[in-house]
């Protein structure tokens, strides 16, 4: 069970990069729009501070999942998860109906420090948390 556990973990980043990269294909009211086009809209741009942040929270469970988590690999699964937020914007760019703007990018980023700068405080300097709780069902004692 542990091991299943363990692969799930392993594979979530790869099956939500995939997800993200299909719904910026399509146009942007193709899963939800809320009545209030005011309202539509402020969800979809906070959306932007959510959506990387659990990509960078997916690779870290990975991490912890494998007990691989380091300060060095939380670093850098911020910036895979910063860089794959351009890329998405990139790709938007290209797709009828999207468009992607500065502003998304810095969006998208900010969600990302926030998540790093959360594992960084609850994980790495209090050990606690979500992650530390995946590190103990995932332990092969």
Do not use: C
Request: glycine share 2%.
């Amino acid at each position: 069970m542990q091991k299943v556990f363990r692969v799930t973990l392993t594979l979530l980043p790869l099956l939500y990069m995939i997800a993200v990269w299909v719904m910026s294909s399509l146009p942007d009211d193709t899963f939800v729009e809320l009545p209030s086009s005011t309202t539509d809209r402020f969800v979809k741009e906070a959306l932007h501070l959510v959506e990387f942040a659990i990509l960078y929270m997916l690779f870290v469970a990975a991490f912890a999942a494998n007990h691989k988590l380091t300060a060095s690999l939380s670093l850098l699964a911020a910036i895979a998860a910063s860089l794959y937020g351009i890329v998405d914007e990139i790709h938007q760019s290209f797709v009828p109906a999207r468009s992607a703007t500065l502003i998304d990018v810095v969006k998208d980023i900010i969600g990302v420090l926030a998540a790093y700068f959360h594992v960084q405080y609850h994980y790495f300097k209090r050990k606690r948390g979500f992650l530390t709780i995946i590190e103990k069902l995932t332990d092969k004692k």
